[in-house]
């Protein structure tokens, strides 16, 4: 199975050029400075961790990069086109090639639709559809995607509430990557998740990963999950880029001694920084 089917395939590097994005809630004594000045590239095939703690801007930051959100100022280029301009209409390139997997998938699956239609229901937007490959045949697509998550196709006429909270976030994956996306936001993809099951959910998204040749985006307050999938990482902290770098680096030896905060408050890390002999 391919993933870069889409017609506009993405340029090998600088899939995403983001310039001084600034993010701001509410007006006058209300404002809150969500974003401030934050840039940063995300190449091709690259898995990035955006980590920070609550309130840090994480979620704001790929709202803004997915095309869901406009940034107050700053410029944000997606293969080279600057999306943060574009009206919903023009914006089915962006959608067909980014997908994206929340927190909690008992909000983010609709609880009166079949499995069939959650993960068909993209390839049937009407925006989206023009740039999708044509010979994308959705009912071959959803057997393809169930089996890719490790989940039967003899299930696609249940309802979420039928799984597990670990089978509905599989169904979530299954969603995001049957569109044949190029890159795959994913924000707390664990949290919600019982500790039993978010190695499972982690080691799924990994391989998923390497198979379909997708970029990543993870965003987590836990860098643990960070540490597990990505080669690169940003550390936002009060809505600006703190640190950035390779993981193994940024983790192996934190420069921000926020980052050594963060680092600290991981329950039974191993491998971290400062590890006394
Ligand atoms: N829709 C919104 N309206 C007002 N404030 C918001 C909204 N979304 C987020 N915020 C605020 O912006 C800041 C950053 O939030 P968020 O991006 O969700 O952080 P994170 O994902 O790192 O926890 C927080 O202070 C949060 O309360
Ligand atoms: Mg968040």
């Known amino acids: 199975m391919t993933s870069n089917a889409n017609p506009e395939a993405p340029r090998r590097d600088g899939l995403y050029s983001v310039r ?19 840039s940063l590239t995300v190449s091709s095939g690259e898995r990035l961790g955006i980590v920070g703690e609550s309130g840090s801007g994480k979620s704001t930051l790929i709202r803004l990069m997915a095309g869901l959100d406009r940034p107050n100022s700053g410029s944000i280029l997606y293969t080279g086109r600057e999306i943060t301009h574009l009206a919903e209409r023009q914006l089915g390139f962006l959608r067909a090639s980014v997908q994206l997997v929340f927190q909690d998938p008992r909000s983010s699956l609709n609880p009166r639709m079949r499995v069939r239609d959650i ?7 009407r925006l989206v559809r023009r740039h999708l490959s044509r010979d994308l045949e959705h009912q071959a697509r959803l057997a393809e995607v169930l089996e890719a998550v490790g989940l039967s196709i003899k299930l696609a006429d249940r309802f979420p509430h039928e799984f597990s909270g670990g089978q509905r976030q ?17 924000d707390e993809p664990v949290s919600a998740l019982d500790v039993s099951v978010r190695a499972q959910v982690l080691n799924l998204l990994a391989d998923l990963v390497r198979s379909f040749g997708l970029t990543l985006i993870v965003v987590s307050h836990d860098l643990m999950v960070v ?5 690169t990482v940003v550390v936002l902290r009060q809505g600006e880029v ?8 940024v983790f192996g030896n934190p420069q921000a001694p926020y980052t050594r905060t963060l680092w600290e408050s991981v329950p039974r890390f191993t491998g971290g920084p400062a590890q006394k002999a």
């Open 242 to 249: 703190e640190e950035r770098g390779r993981a193994a680096e």
């Open 227 to 231: 540490r597990h999938l990505c080669d």
């Open 119 to 125: 993960i068909t229901e993209p390839l049937r937007s």
């Open 170 to 186: 599989r169904i979530a994956i299954a969603r995001a990557l049957a569109p044949q996306p190029d890159v795959l936001i994913a």
């Open 20 to 38: 001084g994005l600034t993010r701001v809630y509410g007006r006058g004594s209300n404002a809150l400075r969500a974003l401030n000045d934050v």
